[in-house]
């Protein structure tokens, strides 16, 4: 689990489901659409993860779930590390 900050005016905070990370970028399930090209604040308090993010796509699943791109602006290899663990 992971909460994404949209940095936009909207300001929503959301919780979302990753479903791949790496040091360098992760893919999330979430009940929102992110507009690509979009920055947001990515935090994991489980692995002390806290990254700017950018959107790099966002595809809907089902009717209410979209999978999106992100794209870390620094490297996390914290995250990346406790990925390659599960």
Not at 42 to 56: D, H, I, M, N, Y
Not at 68 to 85: C, I, M, P, T, Y
């Amino acid at each position: 689990m992971v909460e994404v900050l949209r940095l936009d005016e909207s300001g929503i905070n959301q919780k979302a489901v990753t479903e791949n990370v790496s040091p360098l970028g992760a893919r999330i399930v979430t009940d929102w659409i992110y507009v690509p090209g979009k920055h947001v604040l990515v935090t994991s308090p489980q692995e002390g993860v806290k990254s700017l993010a950018r959107v790099v796509y966002c595809r809907r699943l089902e009717s209410t779930k979209f999978a999106v791109g992100l794209q870390l602006e620094g490297r996390v290899e914290e995250w990346g590390r406790s990925a390659s663990r599960e």
